[in-house]
């Protein structure tokens, strides 16, 4: 697929956790491996515009744009699957969305995204 696949939402409760999921398919434009590429989580609420909440750099440095987030979440990578990970502690409602990975700038095709709903 000439598209990213994220996977790994679901219904949760509040307090529980989640840990999606991105893998990005070697037929995607970059100019450098994915071990290089920087990647990044956005999340889109109902009727709400999505937003880039997180990066993560080639080297693995993270990068909040969502500075209330930081505690709860945790972005990390495994280069030898061209995967990426969004640990979430801790959901709250205000979580529930649907979560999307990208090059910053959303240089890629938007994939299915993946649905976080945090409930009681």
């Known amino acids: 697929q000439a598209q990213v696949v994220e996977s790994g939402g679901g219904l949760v409760q509040p307090g529980g956790s989640l840990r999606p999921s991105c893998t990005v398919p070697d037929t995607l434009p970059r100019s450098v491996p994915f071990s290089m590429s920087t990647i990044a989580w956005y999340r889109q609420a109902p009727l709400d515009k999505r937003e880039l909440i997180l990066e993560?750099?080639?080297?693995?440095?993270?990068?909040f744009y969502v500075d209330s987030l930081k505690g709860r979440f945790t972005i990390s990578r495994d280069n030898a699957h061209n995967t990426a990970y969004l640990q979430i502690n801790s959901l709250e409602v205000e979580d529930t969305a649907d979560y999307y990975c990208n090059r910053p700038g959303a240089l890629w095709p938007w994939g299915q995204g993946t649905q976080v709903t945090v409930s009681s």
């Open positions: 993560i750099t080639g080297d693995g440095t993270p990068n």
